[in-house]
């Protein structure tokens, strides 16, 4: 083979490779592991997909959603096998992985019992319990065939270390900016693109989850102002790779941060950490140097530069 042959075999070989492993990568594996594992398995899928009314953790929710409401099913109808952002395919592979947060090494199951207190916006679970394994079990089955791969940049899988990183800090230059204009903006691509799944008010509509704001007996629906999404860059990122659902990575990046403005602007609960732990004597332990975290939706605002009010209100 000459030199110039063997370039391009070799480049077409990449190529096939690299798809093969990304048909691979966004799927559940075809089976359930035999025996008690697989028990343990299907507990976490019910759990993911049950979470605030399943018996074993609903006492640890405080709104109205599911881990599925934010890592999407794939094809193959499996919660956190969707492409985009926030899919778990790969992600008991990188555990244990620094996390900047809680400023130590967190395992699986932190990373997962964290989400709890906040897009769930609930209180932590205890490590080692049946569903914290169950889940994370789930979760694990999910990265069968995965090559480990520790992650020095944070606790995502490789998959989303590719795509979420980097959409955070491109979202974070174009939010800086924002005015009223862009949350008026916001306002009617909400109507437009939005409000036929989550509600006018954000409430949320059959199955489709809410986005923020009360119900009727004055609870809170969505995820507080601690959790990922509640940051404006962080979901920018998330909501331009997943939706409108299914249809990722349609929308200008400038709608999507003038929408995001506009969402997270509503009202949402506000995040105190030590509020949100069991007390000491049933928490067990802990895995974080950090022991003092608050947000609200003004603070979350203040930390890219923009003052809520004036957004809001244009004065
Ligand atoms: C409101 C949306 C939302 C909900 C609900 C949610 N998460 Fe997440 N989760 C995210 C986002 C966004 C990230 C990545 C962003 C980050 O690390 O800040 C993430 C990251 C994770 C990760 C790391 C995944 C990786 O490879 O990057 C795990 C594990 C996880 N969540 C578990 C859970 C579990 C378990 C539940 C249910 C108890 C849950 N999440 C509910 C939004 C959510
Ligand atoms: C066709 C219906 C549909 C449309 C349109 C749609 N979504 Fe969603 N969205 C969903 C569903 C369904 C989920 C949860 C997935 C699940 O439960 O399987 C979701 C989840 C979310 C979540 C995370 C969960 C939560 O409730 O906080 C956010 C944030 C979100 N959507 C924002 C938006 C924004 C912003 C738009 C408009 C640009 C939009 N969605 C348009 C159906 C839709």
Known sequence: MNKKKLVVTTALITLLSSFAYAAQEMA????YPKGEIGKIVKLGEDIVNNTDTHPLTKDFVGNKLQCKSCHLKGADGKVGTGKGISSWIGTAATFPAW???EKTVQTLQDRSNNCFM??????????DTEASIAIAAYITWLSEGSKIKMNAKGPWSEHNTKLYPK???HFKKIQK?????????????????CASCHGVNGE?????PPLWGKDANGNWLSYNTGAGMSKLDKAAAWVKSNMPLGQGNSMSDQDVADVVLYMN???R????LKKRLLPKEEMGYYNSKVFEEKHTVESNFKALGLDLNKIKNGK
């Open 167 to 169: 959409a955070v800090k």
């Open 269 to 272: 609960d506000s995040f105190d």
């Open 265 to 267: 602007a509503q009202e």
């Open 204 to 208: 949320g509509l059959a199955t489709f």
């Open 99 to 101: 996390s900047k947060r």
């Open 28 to 31: 559940a594996p075809k089976t």
């Open 177 to 193: 900016n924002a005015t009223h204009e862009n949350y008026l903006a916001g306002k009617e691509i909400y109507k437009n693109q």
């Open 118 to 127: 906040r897009s769930m916006n609930g209180k932590r679970p205890i490590i």
